[in-house]
Nanobody, 121 residues
Framework: QVQLVESGGGLVQAGGSLILSCAASTPTFTSYIMGWFRQAPGKEREFVAAISRSGSSTYYADSVKGRFTISRDNAKNTVYLQMNSLKPEDTAVYYC??????????????WGQGTQVTVSS
């Protein structure tokens, strides 16, 4: 069992930045592809970004490409999401996920509880 705990969400003005963190409680962190997803009110959960086990490869949704950066620190069992140039449409609950699949499509077996990001206009 892997527990994922997100932090770093909050309220920010449009154009601002936030960094989300996700700490994983597992001794086999490098076994997992790590991903970030988000769910806005009334919408389905959507993929945001993923990072490979070593951190050498990343993949982004078109909506965040060039603005968000995913990274991981395998020594700290932590994955990050740096979010710049935030827009009101980025408002959502952001979830961290861990998966044993081959790449960003998953599946993702473990999920965090989510952290709220609100971007005001």
């Amino acid at each position: 069992q892997v527990q994922l705990v997100e932090s770093g969400g909050g309220l920010v003005q449009a154009g601002g930045s936030l960094i989300l963190s996700c700490a994983a409680s597992t001794p086999t962190f490098t076994s997992y592809i790590m991903g970030w997803f988000r769910q806005a009110p009334g919408k389905e959960r959507e993929f945001v970004a993923a990072i490979s086990r070593s951190g050498s490869s990343t993949y982004y949704a078109d909506s965040v490409k060039g603005r968000f950066t995913i990274s991981r620190d395998n020594a700290k069992n932590t994955v990050y999401l740096q979010m710049n140039s935030l827009k009101p449409e980025d408002t959502a609950v952001y979830y961290c996920a861990a998966g044993l699949g081959s790449w960003y499509l998953g599946p993702y077996e473990y999920w965090g509880q989510g952290t709220q990001v609100t971007v005001s206009s």
